[in-house]
């Protein structure tokens, strides 16, 4: 993973896109701190993470606070 400050991406933007096509992901940088990200297109993704909706999942079993209990007991 590259990382290039502002200035130097506005100056060498082709040269970072074609990094970029080329499977690279290449961090933007602002007074050294990482601000954003350049990753290639996945047209397998159809949605970023965070649009995603997750689907929630029941697990068996005794609930948590119920196991501290008979921890606590057992002492």
Do not use: C
């Amino acid at each position: 993973m590259q990382a290039v400050s502002i200035r130097d991406l506005m100056h060498n933007f082709s040269h970072y896109l074609k990094e970029v096509k080329k499977g690279e992901p290449i961090t933007i940088l602002e007074r050294r701190n990482p601000v954003a990200d350049i990753i290639p297109h996945n047209k397998n993704i159809r949605f970023p993470g965070w649009k995603r909706s997750i689907k929630r999942r029941k697990i068996g079993g005794e609930a948590f606070s119920a196991t501290i209990e008979r921890y606590r007991e057992e002492e």
